[in-house]
């Protein structure tokens, strides 16, 4: 019995500091969730990276699928005016 | 060499053997996770080993290193229980393995956490947060081995009952570890047991393992006396300086 047989895919996500979202880091192979999370700490954390870990399992999330790409996305392509690029900002602003 | 010398070896020699044979898993684990996870506890053994060869070195205070001291000693002088020093196994085994020795050191280190000794009370705490993760790692993956499949809880069951002869050694007072807990420098050895024993019961209880019988224990190791593999470890460990005296990197 090979591990890939019995061994989840794990997504992990890791809080860096309070007040920052937790983001998506990577994944990894685990047993169960507590598993997960120490494997976690270990692949992802070793340099200080986080404060706070989640760990999903792979098949529990639902993704858009590649080839509604165009339906989904094409239409907001058109509408510049949604992005906030009509504004003039004054030099003394600098970068925003 | 004085009794607070030789006690401090006996700390730095048990994290340094047993880092060295975790170390042996690199590239090797069952899988890239736990290869990981193992090597990350040999390195954390293999920094406290050096914490407490520089203290070690000072007490000596003939101009030896914390390198000489690691590199540089032969079987006889090294003072590691054999629990430490005994092959990895499989995975199970030397989870057996870190799960004996990472209860007793997490006792052990929670004393040492106030040693009258100021200079091990400074390096049990910087050491006890990676001691205390050590031993939730380990118990973890017992129980997930104890209660898993057939054949993990077979193996591992196996493994629990062979390294158990090694166990007792750890918390078998000798003359030296009397000295020290009279100092206030180390702890009561039966004290130790005592909570040793209840935590791997519990753990071995919710992990449905059997408790082996109580029966001979090996000793030796605390006194320089060695199995035939602690050689083979050095012998890795030590073949550069050996070969290349002095050579640095």
């Not at chain 2, 914390?66 to 629990?83: I, P, T």
């Not at chain 2, 006792?107 to 100021?118: A, G």
Request: aromatic share 10%; charged share 30%; proline share 4%.
């Amino acid at each position: 019995m090979s591990q890939k047989d019995n061994w989840k895919i794990w997504e992990v996500f890791i809080r860096s500091k309070n007040g920052i979202s937790h983001k998506h880091v990577g994944s990894l192979h685990a047993p169960d969730a507590e598993i997960a999370i120490k494997n976690a700490r270990d692949v992802y954390t070793r340099r200080s990276e986080g404060i706070s870990i989640w760990v999903v399992p792979s098949d529990a999330i639902t993704a858009s699928r590649p080839d509604e790409k165009e339906p989904l996305f094409a239409p907001a392509d058109d509408k510049v005016y949604r992005h906030p690029t009509f504004y003039d900002i004054p030099d003394d602003v600098g970068h925003m | 060499m004085d009794d607070k010398t030789k006690y401090v070896l006996r700390l730095a020699d048990n994290a340094l053997i047993l880092g060295q044979r975790l170390g042996e898993w690199c590239g090797h684990g069952p899988v890239l996770e736990q290869d990981i996870a193992l090597t990350n506890i040999a390195l954390d053994l293999i920094g406290q080993s050096r914490m407490l060869y520089q203290y070690a070195a000072e007490c000596k205070g003939d101009g030896s290193t914390e390198d000489d001291l690691a590199m540089k000693r032969d079987v006889f002088d090294f003072y590691n229980v054999l629990l430490v020093e005994q092959p990895n196994g499989d995975w199970g085994h030397t989870l057996v393995r870190q799960f004996y020795y990472d209860t007793y050191n997490y006792y052990l280190y929670e004393f040492l956490c106030n040693s009258k000794d100021v200079r091990i009370a400074e390096i049990a705490r910087k050491s006890f947060k990676e001691i205390s993760y050590h031993a939730q790692f380990s118990a973890e993956w017992i129980i997930r081995l104890g209660d898993g499949t057939d054949e993990s809880h077979e193996r591992v069951q196996r493994s629990i009952n062979d390294l158990w002869t090694y166990t007792g050694e750890m918390m078998t007072p000798d003359e030296l570890d009397r000295k020290m807990e009279a100092e206030g420098v180390g702890p009561n050895l039966d004290d130790i047991a005592t909570k040793w024993k209840r935590k791997v019961n519990e753990i071995l209880d919710i992990a449905t393992l059997k408790r082996p019988e109580e029966s001979f224990m090996q000793t030796g190791g605390k006194v320089g006396e060695h199995g035939e593999h602690l050689g083979f470890v050095l012998a890795e460990l030590q073949f550069m300086q050996r070969a290349y005296p002095g050579m640095s990197w």
